[in-house]
């Protein structure tokens, strides 16, 4: 199966927000924005939903400090007991540092690799560019051309009041995108 | 309020002095803290250039007009009842030598002198600050915003010493034998934290009453609620920095301290300050949508202020009241005295000035600011 695209540039990141914005508002479906660097509430204009990673941190830090609190236990009070200091084989407050740091590396690792198994990022992905331009100056927008909201006159009108700068219609097989 | 807070110290004055003036000196740093944190908080945007905060800056800049009232309360304490400090007026020499520093630090007309100096150069930096800032409303002249970059660069190297001093002057002096280096840092994460909760609930309640209506949005709210978070945690750290290496050690000399707060009535107000200044805000901000949430702000703010007084008062009191926590009349009154001094002070600065500092560079940048 084939889409087809219009893939359109802009010079500037307020443009390419505003054509984001506008576009999402007249129901058309907008299939990606391009941009050479983060551009701050892209994310809003585009509609996204907010990401899971933040559960998929905090579960794991708590998973990972309750591990640690666990296995300290059981080093220093359970399997070896070893008396330092006087102290109380379970002494909590001398476990805290360690707990810490282990649930800051459970949390930190483990959203690194769910973020790169949720976007299937790996060694052998081909970084898949609109145009090499978006690595320079450029910012496009790639908007879907989908027969029922489509209407060329409207939305080249739209994107001109943005200053956009050229416009590309492409047909794409589904293997190229994904 | 204020009134109330006067009539309270007079009636305490005479009924139970040592309780009223170690409740004046505890409302006297809880208000410092206030202030200076303003200030600071102005001054760290000055110097790094930040736009985000100008749209509500003049909130915290009113804040640190308390500084001149605190400095009169507390010169106050140290007139009228300065035998809350055990070695003032104390003329025991230790048997060995080695004390001698001590003893030079800790006499009476070094340590005014040193308070003195610490209250003038708070109050002096914070007026030349405001003043430009003020005055840039007028003229919208960029160079005030340089000049107060320079200021503000000078005000946090004199806050670093001076405050970390100050904190070991007043407070930790109140045990002379007692010492934790780290006492400075703790007390700056105390004031920090206490001082950005009063900036989110007075930035609010301006937004609300109208003079930052429209002004303050969400993105603002967020992003003090990120240091809120942050400041709070911060907070929780440094406590325990000091609480660990003093448990681990185990030297008497250092664990009485913790020992008295550990025992009897004092267990649960130790627990309860942990949970008020970071458990609470710790778990309810760690979502997005309640930083962004002006009422859970509020009431996470005023369980941060609620904190920040039982902290001050495990601090002040246990070597005073004993083996039992002392609550009464006094506390309430001097406190309700001080809060009504506090935003008598706010307001008015408040009103001096326009409720947005409308030609400020930074502006338009603060204006549309989002995440």
């Known amino acids: 199966m084939s889409r087809r695209t219009l893939v359109t540039f802009f010079h500037h990141e307020d443009d390419v927000l505003g054509a984001t914005r506008a576009l999402r508002e007249r129901g058309l479906r907008i299939a990606d924005v391009y941009a050479p660097y983060a551009v701050h509430g892209l994310d809003k204009a585009m509609g996204l939903t907010p990401s899971k990673l933040p559960w998929v941190c905090f579960l794991l830090g708590l998973l990972g400090a309750a591990l640690k609190v666990w296995f300290e236990f059981w080093t220093t009070a359970q399997d070896w007991p070893i008396n330092v200091g006087g102290k109380p084989w379970n002494s909590l407050p001398a476990f805290v540092p360690v707990t810490f740091e282990v649930m800051v590396l459970f949390a930190g690792v483990s959203t690194v690799i769910a973020f790169f198994a949720v976007s299937r990022l790996g060694p052998t992905r081909k970084a898949v560019l609109a145009d090499p331009a978006v690595t320079d100056n450029h910012f496009i927008l790639v908007i879907e051309e989908t027969d029922a909201t489509f209407d060329p006159e409207k939305v080249h009108q739209l994107l001109r009041q943005f200053r956009v700068i050229r416009v590309e219609e492409r047909v794409e097989s589904e293997q190229e995108v994904r | ?371």
């Open chain 2, 1 to 371: 309020m204020a009134g109330m807070g006067v009539v309270t110290l007079a009636a305490g004055a005479l009924m139970s002095p040592d309780r009223a003036w170690a409740n004046l000196l505890l409302a006297s740093f809880y208000l410092l803290g206030l202030g200076l944190a303003g200030m600071v908080f102005v001054a760290i945007h000055y110097v790094t250039g930040a736009g985000w905060p100008t749209a509500f800056r003049r909130v915290p800049e009113a804040m640190s007009g308390v500084l001149p009232i605190v400095a009169l309360t507390f010169l106050l304490v140290l007139i009228v009842s300065p035998q809350l400090y055990p070695w003032f007026g104390a003329t025991h020499h230790e048997a060995n030598g080695s004390a001698w520093f001590r003893e030079l630090w800790l006499s009476p007309a070094f340590f005014i002198a040193r308070s003195l100096l610490y209250l003038f150069v708070w109050t002096g930096l914070s007026y030349a600050i405001i003043r430009h800032s003020r005055r840039q409303d007028e003229d919208g002249d960029v160079s005030h915003t340089r000049k107060n970059a320079r200021l503000s660069a000078g005000f946090l190297v004199a806050f670093g010493v001076t405050f970390w001093l100050a904190s070991f002057d007043w407070i930790m002096s109140l045990e002379p034998h007692w010492y934790s280096t780290v006492f400075g840092v703790y007390h700056f994460a105390g004031l920090f934290l206490s001082g950005l909760a009063m900036i989110t609930i007075v930035a609010i309640w301006l937004e609300r009453m109208g003079p930052l209506r429209s002004v303050l949005t969400e993105e603002h709210l967020h992003d003090l609620g990120k240091l809120l978070f942050a400041f709070s945690t911060f907070w929780m750290y440094i406590w325990f920095c000091q609480f660990m290496l003093i448990w681990y050690a185990n030297i008497p000399e250092e664990s009485v301290y913790f020992v008295q707060r550990l025992e009897g009535f004092w267990e649960p107000l130790f627990l309860l300050n942990l949970l008020l200044n970071w458990a609470v805000p710790f778990l309810v901000l760690l979502h997005v949508p309640a930083k962004r949430s002006p009422k859970l702000l509020l009431t996470v703010c005023w369980v941060i202020l609620v904190g920040r007084w039982v902290d001050l008062y495990l601090m002040i009191f246990p070597p005073l009241v004993g083996e039992t926590p002392a609550f009464g009349i006094w506390e309430v009154g001097v406190m309700v005295g001080a809060a009504g001094l506090f935003f008598l002070s706010l307001f008015r600065g408040l009103r001096q000035a326009r409720a947005v500092p409308v030609r400020d560079p930074y502006l338009e940048e603060s204006l549309s600011y989002h995440n």
